[in-house]
């Protein structure tokens, strides 16, 4: 059975950093590009950006590629978020997927305030 | 970027009855290789998103056959042919044909 599991989220104060996990089992990790993607208070989502199955290259949203990065380790099958200086905007729950989106995380919270 | 507007935002419908969902694109989703990256999500009260329909037309696997898609180019439905009690939420279409991927505002399905 394919899980994600994400963890990392909580309260941040704005302009804080946080790097969000996202535990990846059930499925060879290493051979599948991984998501990011996100859902404001008010339901709207938003793609953040992926990573390809090596870790070779990444692709971002334009208006989060300067504060948002995304990594990989595929020998612990995790997949990372990491957020600089967040803003009040950056609160939503925060969802990894595989590929576009055939397999979601329960997601994890990000509340930025301070 | 892409914007995908999706109508009605709220549809009311009674057990059995047979619905669909509107997604259209401000751009052409037919990507170079040849296929349509048209997904359609249905995020029930509580839940993560689950793929119903990627790719148009194709139904993920473990999703029921009443659920359907279709259209090319800019226009895409999502049909369910007699709604159960389980499919009610928010339904998503989502492109990823154009990068950054992007999702319409969603359409609330609730029991009449």
């Known amino acids: 059975e394919v899980q994600l599991v994400e963890s990392g989220g909580g309260l941040v104060q704005p302009g804080a950093s946080l790097k969000l996990s996202c535990v990846a089992s059930?499925?060879?990790?290493?051979?599948?590009?991984m998501s990011w993607v996100r859902q404001t208070p008010g339901k709207t989502m938003e793609w953040i950006g992926d990573i390809k199955y090596d870790g070779s290259y990444t692709n971002y949203a334009p208006s989060l590629k300067n504060r948002f990065t995304i990594s990989r380790d595929n020998a612990k099958s995790t997949l990372y978020l990491q957020m600089s200086n967040v803003r009040s905007e950056d609160t939503a729950t925060y969802y990894c997927t595989r590929e576009i989106g055939d397999y979601w995380g329960q997601g994890v919270m990000v509340t930025v305030s301070s | 970027d892409v914007v995908l507007t999706q109508t009605p935002p709220t549809l009311s419908a009674t057990i059995g009855q047979s619905v669909s969902i509107s997604c259209r694109s401000s751009?052409?989703?037919?990507?170079?290789?040849?296929?349509?990256?048209l997904n359609w999500l249905l995020q029930r009260p509580g839940q993560s998103p689950q793929l119903l329909i990627y790719?148009?037309?194709n139904l993920e696997s473990g999703v029921p056959n009443r659920f359907s898609g279709s259209g090319s180019e800019t226009d895409f439905t999502l049909k369910i042919s007699g709604v159960e009690a389980e499919d009610l939420g928010v339904y998503y279409c989502?492109?990823?044909?154009?990068?950054?991927?992007?999702f319409g505002a969603g359409t609330k399905l609730e029991l009449k």
């Open positions: 790719s148009v037309s």
């Open positions: 751009q052409s989703l037919l990507d170079s290789d040849g296929d349509t990256y």
């Open positions: 059930g499925f060879t990790f290493s051979d599948y590009w």
């Open positions: 989502m492109q990823a044909t154009h990068a950054p991927y992007t």
